[in-house]
């Protein structure tokens, strides 16, 4: 596990209204005070908040900009709409995504975590909770990704021992081989023109389908 402060985090949070500029209504000044305890214990927990950004149109291309190792969700009413913009611009960069809200509504963690959240927090920011939070996440986020990789691998796997299976077949076929001739015919091909032998069996299979 590498330590907090290796760790570059974005933070995704609505934009409240300008203190400067208007009175935040009972709502707002409570999310605000939300916002900092979190954003507090992140700190004093030595973690690095490289960027806050609001979860709009460019959020896809800020976060592959910054590429954060991992992303804080910071919502009330509106988490669902921002985890909505979060995963759609984490779909083909995936990171552990974490959200903290006070929002009780606990009807949409399911889908959340479906989506790819690594962790759903609800109520009850102090600082001292939020690096444990952390890590359990960012350990079942890299556990689900050698699960997705292990799943990949498999299905790449039979997916090529199909194709290969397939040309073997062809080959008997048209030059009266059996199986382990044919296959001794794919790798020795295979071997001398320095091609993976799924490359050679699919070759074979495309020159079939335009004959």
């Given at each position: 596990?590498?330590?907090?402060?290796?760790?570059?985090?974005?933070?995704?949070?609505?934009?409240?209204?300008?203190?400067?500029?208007?009175?935040l209504?009972?709502?707002?000044?409570?999310?605000?005070?939300?916002?900092?305890?979190?954003?507090?214990?992140?700190?004093?927990?030595?973690?690095?908040?490289?960027?806050?950004?609001?979860?709009?149109?460019?959020?896809?291309?800020?976060?592959?900009?910054?590429?954060?190792?991992?992303?804080?969700?910071?919502?009330?009413?509106?988490?669902?709409?921002?985890?909505e913009?979060?995963?759609?611009?984490?779909?083909?960069?995936?990171?552990?995504?974490?959200?903290?809200?006070n929002?009780?509504?606990?009807?949409?963690?399911?889908a959340?975590i479906?989506?790819?959240?690594?962790?759903?927090?609800?109520?009850?920011?102090?600082?001292?909770?939020?690096?444990?939070?952390?890590?359990?996440?960012l350990?079942?986020f890299?556990?689900?990704?050698?699960?997705?990789?292990?799943?990949?691998?498999?299905?790449?796997?039979?997916?090529?021992?199909?194709?290969?299976?397939?040309?073997?077949?062809?080959?008997?076929?048209?030059?009266?081989?059996?199986?382990?001739?044919?296959?001794v015919?794919?790798?020795r091909?295979?071997?001398?023109?320095?091609?993976?032998?799924?490359?050679?069996?699919?070759?074979?299979?495309?020159?079939?389908?335009?004959?």
């Amino acid at each position: 596990m590498p330590v907090a402060s290796a760790i570059r985090i974005v933070i995704v949070a609505p934009e409240l209204a300008d203190p400067a500029g208007a009175a935040l209504s009972a709502d707002e000044a409570a999310e605000a005070e939300r916002s900092r305890s979190l954003r507090i214990g992140l700190l004093q927990s030595g973690y690095n908040i490289v960027a806050v950004l609001p979860a709009d149109p460019f959020l896809p291309e800020r976060l592959a900009q910054i590429s954060p190792d991992m992303i804080i969700v910071d919502a009330e009413s509106q988490a669902r709409d921002t985890l909505e913009h979060v995963v759609m611009a984490t779909r083909d960069a995936r990171r552990p995504i974490v959200l903290f809200t006070n929002d009780d509504d606990t009807s949409q963690v399911g889908a959340a975590i479906a989506a790819g959240v690594s962790a759903y927090v609800v109520a009850g920011l102090a600082p001292e909770r939020v690096r444990p939070v952390l890590e359990v996440a960012l350990a079942r986020f890299r556990h689900e990704e050698a699960l997705r990789r292990e799943l990949a691998d498999a299905r790449t796997q039979l997916s090529e021992r199909k194709t290969i299976d397939r040309a073997k077949g062809l080959l008997m076929q048209r030059h009266q081989l059996s199986e382990d001739d044919a296959y001794v015919r794919l790798r020795r091909t295979a071997m001398d023109r320095g091609m993976k032998l799924v490359d050679v069996a699919q070759r074979i299979l495309d020159v079939a389908d335009l004959l």
